[in-house]
């Protein structure tokens, strides 16, 4: 399975900044998708990132607050913009390889604390 | 609306007993299910998984059974071993579209 790499792996930010978080894969991927899992609660798919042409979002997340980079097939960011204390979560990556490739590989996460 | 749902918020069993994970969905349109495993400060990492053609599939100890008339799945740890405590999640996806859908998760803990 592919090996994921996601920076930064924890943050403490402030109110109204902005983070970006970066996925790196060690082979060229088909599809990456970045979730979010708030406080005691389930992963929910932001949006998949598509390779030459923008991400598609899910119902409830939009692009001026989440915007996605996908410049190539090994690569990502995802920035959370103008953070309040509720986009507190850990952010995860996640790749799928393959048309047959059902099964996701997702990196270790990047715990986002906003005070 | 929750399509995947896993009513258990946790679980305790005893060291050599089996675990028996629940997990219920809503969509029909579900085709292919997994379990994923989770430790603290880790992503989730894949378990095992069912396609909706079958109603069984082993691994090891792992063991997912999938029940289609009653949009329930399940998953058997026999025997659960204390290096199985973690959160595990069901998860459920439809089509080609590889997007997984999650549930809320099952913190089980095996005590030795």
């Known amino acids: 399975s592919a090996v994921i790499s996601q920076k930064p792996s924890r943050d403490i930010c402030q109110r109204g900044t902005s983070l970006t978080i970066q996925c790196q894969v060690d082979?060229?991927?088909?599809?990456m998708f970045w979730y979010r899992q708030q406080p005691g609660q389930s992963l929910t798919l932001i949006a998949t990132?598509?390779?030459?042409?923008?991400?598609?979002?899910e119902s409830g997340f939009v692009i001026d607050k989440f915007p996605i980079s996908r410049p190539n097939l090994t690569f990502s960011t995802l920035t959370v913009s103008n953070m309040s204390p509720e986009d507190s979560s850990i952010y995860l990556c996640?790749?799928?390889?393959?048309?047959?490739?059902?099964?996701?590989?997702f990196g270790a996460g990047s715990r986002l604390t906003v005070l | 609306d929750q399509q995947v749902k896993q009513n258990s918020p946790s679980l305790s069993v005893q060291e050599g007993r089996i675990s028996i994970l629940n997990c219920d969905y809503t969509?029909?349109?579900?085709?292919?299910f997994l379990w994923y495993k989770k430790y603290p400060a880790e992503g989730p990492t894949f378990l095992i998984s069912?396609?909706?053609?079958?109603d069984k599939n082993e691994d090891g100890r792992f063991t997912v059974f999938l029940n289609k008339s009653a949009k329930h799945l399940s998953l058997h740890i026999v025997p659960s071993q204390p290096g199985d405590s973690a959160v595990y999640f069901c998860?459920?996806?439809?089509?080609?579209?590889?997007?997984?859908?999650f549930g809320s998760g099952t913190q089980l803990t095996v005590l030795p």
């Open positions: 996640s790749v799928a390889r393959g048309t047959g490739a059902n099964v996701l590989t």
């Open positions: 082979s060229q991927v088909t599809m």
């Open positions: 990132a598509n390779q030459g042409s923008e991400a598609t979002y």
């Open positions: 969509n029909s349109m579900f085709d292919y």
């Open positions: 069912i396609s909706s053609i079958k």
């Open positions: 998860a459920a996806m439809r089509g080609s579209a590889r997007q997984l859908t």
